[in-house]
């Protein structure tokens, strides 16, 4: 017998070992392409895996909230009638502003000027009072009748003021100073140009009026005027 270790102990020891490391293949797993989170998912306690981060709001931060839900236009004007009457109806209607109204403002005259152009009559009625639609209506079907053609097309359009503005019990009327420019043409049957320049941009000024019940569910502004 020799002083180092007998054969049949390494073959124990090599047993034991293998044995070791199939039970924490069992345990851990393999991390695979599919499983790429299975190792922290069977290793980590429930308490010690991550977790969603938790955001405080401190004061600071609540005030940079309010100051982003701030009516920029409003606190932008001067006294007078036009501001009063913003402010009447923002305290009548929390969610009103009216930075946002100028916003959806230019955005209704970009959908007017192209329905109009179309002749898409559902679009307008959506967007109109029923006599202002009805008036837009009867132009379209003029237009149609006519052997020449005028086109109108929209290169870009501002809405750049509230002009008036008044609330009459809970009924809101805005007016809105609009700044365009147009290419203007007319074209006969045969869809040659008789008047105008493509290359031509016409500075165009509209005013419109919107009307809405501020109390109502329902957002949307009526054009009553153009």
Do not use: C
């Amino acid at each position: 017998m020799s002083d180092g270790i007998a054969y049949s102990d390494i073959i124990i020891l090599a047993l034991i070992a293998g044995f070791i490391l199939l039970r924490l293949r069992s345990i851990l797993g393999s991390k695979t392409d599919d499983d790429a989170g299975g190792y922290l998912n069977r290793v980590l306690p429930v308490s010690l895996k991550p977790r969603e981060p938790i955001i405080q709001l401190d004061e600071k931060s609540l005030r940079s909230k309010t100051q982003e839900n701030a009516d920029s236009y409003i606190e932008g004007l001067e006294a007078g009638p036009v501001a009063d009457s913003l402010r009447a109806i923002k305290a009548k209607d929390a969610q009103f502003n009216a930075a946002q109204f100028l916003q959806g403002a230019k955005m209704a005259f970009e959908m007017v000027f192209d329905a109009f152009a179309k002749g898409d009559k559902k679009t307008l009625s959506l967007l109109m009072s029923d006599a202002i639609f009805q008036h837009f209506a009867k132009e379209i079907d003029a237009r149609a009748a006519l052997a020449q053609k005028t086109e109108n097309t929209l290169v870009s359009v501002k809405a750049d003021a509230i002009t008036d503005a008044a609330l009459n019990g809970s009924v809101a009327r805005l007016g809105v100073h609009f700044a365009s420019e147009q290419v203007i043409v007319t074209r006969d049957s045969g869809g040659t140009i008789v008047e105008g320049n493509p290359s031509d941009l016409h500075h165009v000024e509209d005013h419109w009026l919107f009307e809405r019940d501020v109390t109502s569910k329902n957002p949307n502004w009526k054009i009553i005027e153009t």
